[in-house]
């Protein structure tokens, strides 16, 4: 069974910056993407990013040249740079991964944005 530990969430001010990391184990599938999610208040989930076992990125627009998804440690640690953060990035991220990039999740961890 995959367990996910996320943590880096938090609160900052509008154009700060968070890392966030997550640590997956017990991961099987053959290939592993991994991503992050985020749900605000009130709003569907969004995919944030992603990025492959090849090192292939992929941003949602609104993030785009704000945030950096990377990978290390056999490809089953994942982090997320958020530079500039906005209000409206106020959300709970969640880490996930598998063949589909959505077949594990993790619990989510809170990140706020001030104004």
């Known amino acids: 069974q995959v367990k996910v530990v996320e943590s880096g969430g938090g609160s900052v001010q509008t154009g700060g910056s968070l890392m966030l990391y997550c640590a997956a184990t017990?991961?099987?599938?053959?290939?592993?993407?991994m991503g992050w999610f985020r749900q605000a208040p009130g709003k569907e989930r969004e995919g944030v990013a992603s990025?492959?076992?090849?090192?292939?990125?992929s941003y949602a627009d609104s993030v785009k040249g704000r945030f950096t998804i990377s990978h290390a440690n056999g490809k089953n640690t994942l982090y997320l740079q958020m530079n500039s953060l906005k209000v409206e990035d106020t959300a709970t991220y969640y880490c996930?991964?598998?063949?589909?990039?959505?077949?594990?999740w993790g619990k989510g961890t809170l990140v706020t944005i001030s104004p």
């Open positions: 017990g991961v099987t599938y053959s290939t592993n993407c």
């Open positions: 990025i492959d076992d090849d090192g292939v990125t």
């Open positions: 996930t991964g598998g063949e589909t990039c959505k077949d594990y």
